[in-house]
């Protein structure tokens, strides 16, 4: 589906790489772990990174019920959510036609408060699975003492836009003869090797055992 962009949203430089369909900002934000979440409060602004996650059209995070943020954000404070990822160095034939190849979304809106014990408890199993796939199942679920002081918070994924580029540089002509070397050096996220804690007798999951 695609979304209609607001005058905040809507991308003016270089808007040939803009992206405004659903399927693009959910694929964005499910390669994440982190955002980076910035809002303003009488003492600034912040920018912190959080773990996210998505279900649905939502995007969520969580925190301790304790903390200033989730105070902040429950509170219906205006929030500028970014994500990027960074696919590759473009290197041209002339220094100004460098560039960078990316997947990047900003997610404009407000928290609101996940409530109700079911509703929680599934949001926060998601965000399990979301780590490793069957891995709720597997753990100890949280108690009544640590799912009591945990705020899950969700926000609408109703004004968003992204901006990608991919491929190699876009020289000027008059520079395509020069003697340098152009073209992509690429960067990707890496699964490292597993490395176990304890003694090692539990049993390896599948989720695990095909990581790296």
């Avoid at 409060?41 to 969580?62: F, N, Q, V």
């Avoid at 979304?105 to 408060?113: D, L, S």
């Amino acid at each position: 589906m695609k979304q209609a962009p607001s005058d905040r949203s809507r991308i003016r430089r270089v808007a040939e790489n803009a992206r405004y369909d659903s399927a693009t900002l959910h694929a964005i934000i499910d390669a994440a772990y982190l955002c980076h979440l910035a809002f303003a409060d009488d003492k600034g602004l912040h920018s912190i990174p959080m773990a996210c996650w998505r279900t649905g059209e939502h995007l969520y995070i969580h925190g301790s019920n304790g903390g200033r943020l989730m105070k902040q954000l429950a509170g219906g404070a205006a929030v500028c959510i970014s994500i990027c990822h960074l696919d590759g160095l473009v290197l041209a034939r002339s220094a100004f036609n460098h560039s960078m190849n990316y997947r990047s979304a900003v997610i404009y809106g407000r928290f609101e408060k996940v409530e109700g014990e079911t509703d929680k408890r599934a949001a926060l199993a998601a965000f399990m699975d979301k780590l490793a796939p069957g891995r709720q199942a597997e753990i100890r679920p949280g108690n009544e003492r640590e799912f009591a002081a945990t705020t899950v918070l969700r926000m609408a994924l109703a004004e968003a836009a992204c901006k990608t580029r991919s491929g190699g540089p876009v020289d000027d002509e008059e520079d395509l003869g020069l003697a340098v070397w152009a073209g992509v050096l690429p960067l990707a996220q890496v699964h490292g090797q597993p490395q176990a804690d304890g003694d090692g007798y539990q049993a390896v999951p599948a989720y695990v055992r095909g990581w790296a």
